[in-house]
Structures are given as structure tokens and as C-alpha cells.
């Protein structure tokens, strides 16, 4: 069974802090990472994706990833307290029809 | 951006009820999941689909059957409901493997089994 952890659980970042979240898959067919942000009450929505190795940058949001460790991280400057929500990881795999499996995810609270 | 229609929004059911949640996609997505997330909890992986006639179990399939008979719907079913299935219920679609490799969500679909 596909996994993909992610960590910390929660996370309490003053406003204009930096915010770093984690996330690892135990899949090695594992071919594309995304990062989703889920308001209170809302559905998930697309922040960032990445598939290759290294770094892509978006605004305040730069991903990271490691193919060799299966290793993504988030990282969120400049936090702001709209940022306020619940971080998933997701992975997908493109063997049996792209199954897409999410982490339990990471809770970030800004404080102002 | 692309448009995931669930229905009902809101549910009630009785125990060893039957259920049917549907979810429709304009986008001609090729892919479509369904999820089930718990209080303060990520997503978990029922059922999902590449195509038209097309059903594959996630991680969580025991008690839920899935349905794609076209391209457009992907219904989740459950046959006799029990309390556990309470939770909210999220349809998702997108064409993976493509440009446009992102999953789309739907708002929603609140199950309460009494």
C-alpha cells in the first residue's frame, strides 16, 4: 500500500515567519509530488506540483524535491495569516491508472 | 478553472441504507477519485478511475462500490451504510500524465449515517 507521511503534524509560525513542512513517500514507483492547501470547511486546492529533481520557486512558496529519497518539503516565507490551513502532500504513481494517494497533512496556524 | 459538480452537498442515511453519491465533470477529465476525509484528517483513497468503464480500489475500498458510465459521472455507492462511513466525502478529477496534471475537487459531499 502506497504511503506518504508527512510532518510535523502541526506547526505555529509568527506572521512574516518562515514555514517548512515535510513529506515522504515509502513508494518507489512514485512519479510526481504535489503540495494542496485546504482552508476550514473548503476543499482542497492546488498550491505547487513537482516531478524532477531540485527546487521550484512560486512567490512566497518554494518546493523542493528529492527523487532519490522520495523527499518533498514546502516552504512558505513571508507567512501570512491567510496561510492559515491544513497542507497536503499528494503522490501519485503512474502504474494501475494513476492512483493519487495524500498524507495526513500538516496544520499550520500563523499567529499575527 | 475546472468545474467538479457533487451531489447531494448534504446527507443523511440510515443504518443498512443504500447511498449514492454522485460526481460530475465538464473537463473531459480523464481521471476521477473519490475521497473520504475525517475530522481534522487528510484524504483517504476509496475507489478511483482512468476512463469511461473504468474502476480501480484504493486504499479504503470495503463497503463502497464505484461506478464510471461515462466520462462525465463516477458515482460512489454504499450498499448498507453503517455509522463508520460518516465523513466527508470529496470527488476529484484531472488528465494526469499530461500537461494538466493537477486533480480538481469537488466541494464536497457531507454523509451522516445514523
Known amino acids: 500500500q502506497q504511503k506518504v507521511q508527512q510532518s510535523p503534524e502541526s506547526l505555529i509560525v509568527p506572521e512574516g515567519g518562515m514555514a517548512s513542512l515535510n513529506c515522504t513517500s515509502s513508494?518507489?514507483?512514485?512519479?510526481y509530488f504535489w503540495w494542496y492547501r485546504q482552508h476550514s470547511g473548503k476543499s482542497p486546492k492546488m498550491l505547487m506540483?513537482?516531478?524532477?529533481?531540485g527546487e521550484k520557486e512560486e512567490g512566497r512558496f518554494t518546493v523542493h524535491l528529492n527523487k532519490a529519497s522520495l523527499h518533498t518539503s514546502l516552504h512558505i516565507r513571508d507567512s501570512q495569516p491567510s496561510d492559515s490551513a491544513l497542507y497536503l502532500c499528494?503522490?501519485?504513481?503512474?502504474?494501475?491508472?494513476?492512483?493519487?494517494?495524500f498524507g495526513s497533512g500538516t496544520r499550520l496556524l500563523v499567529s499575527p | 478553472e475546472a468545474a467538479v459538480t457533487q451531489s447531494p452537498r448534504n446527507k443523511v442515511a440510515v443504518t443498512g441504507g443504500k447511498v449514492t453519491l454522485s460526481c460530475n465533470q465538464t473537463?473531459?477529465?480523464?481521471?476521477m477519485y473519490w475521497y473520504r476525509q475525517d475530522t481534522g484528517h487528510g484524504l483517504r483513497l476509496i475507489h478511483y478511475?482512468?476512463?469511461?468503464?473504468?474502476?480501480e480500489k484504493g486504499d479504503i475500498p470495503d463497503g463502497y462500490k464505484a461506478s464510471r458510465p461515462s466520462q462525465e459521472n463516477f458515482s460512489l455507492i454504499l450498499e448498507l451504510a453503517t455509522p463508520s462511513q460518516t465523513s466527508v466525502y470529496f470527488c476529484a478529477s484531472g488528465d494526469l500524465g499530461t500537461s494538466q496534471n493537477t486533480l480538481y475537487f469537488g466541494a464536497g459531499t457531507r454523509l451522516s449515517v445514523l
Open positions: 506540483s513537482i516531478f524532477s529533481n
Open positions: 473537463n473531459n477529465h480523464n481521471n
Open positions: 499528494a503522490a501519485s504513481m503512474r502504474t494501475g491508472g494513476y492512483k493519487v494517494v
Open positions: 478511475s482512468y476512463g469511461a468503464g473504468s474502476t
Open positions: 513508494d518507489r514507483n512514485v512519479d
